[in-house]
């Protein structure tokens, strides 16, 4: 699809929610056309894409049909588009849709196919606990995944770099040695204790 494509699509979702046919929460894009054409060139047939509650551009670019697309919309899914026929899933969830993602990572890997799963979040939704858990997880097991970070500096309403003070990412690591002779276990005091 070209911009001018998407940006029809979403102009007519766009239109219908303002007539009052879309009874229904919708999140719409605009702005990022160029940009996600440009990632979708890398997305092939067979790779699996995850994304979040702003997912009809994710949708298109994964090749599920225009229709299609407009269908769940109009029935009241435009947050949690689906199709596995086109290996595409979407969650209103934050961060939900991450696990599931690196289950499906772990499948591919586990059965040695080549398929990429690839996972689309907001720049607030990348500072969650679930979604950095399941990066820094992908990325200590070498899952074939690709992170898509779509930061347009807002989470709603909300400027994503006054709420983290402009912090994306681990400032400071440290590690040590452990040893059980010298220090307390990982749980408890050193003592199995019956209550």
Known sequence: MTPDELIAFESDIAERFNRAEIPYPIHLSKGNESQLIEIFKDFHKGDWA??????????????IPPEEVRRQILSGRS????????????????????????GVAWQIKKSGGNEKVWIFVGDMTAQTGMAMECYNYSKAHDLPVMWVLEDNGKSVCTDTNSVWNG????????SYKWDLSKHYPHSGAGKRIQF
């Open 50 to 63: 995850f994304s979040q509650w702003r997912n009809h551009y994710h949708a298109l670019l994964a090749g």
């Open 167 to 174: 912090y994306h990412g681990i400032v400071a690591n440290y």
């Open 79 to 102: 947050m949690t588009i689906c199709s596995p026929e086109h290996h595409f899933f979407a969650s209103a969830i934050v961060a939900g849709i991450c696990p599931i993602a690196i």
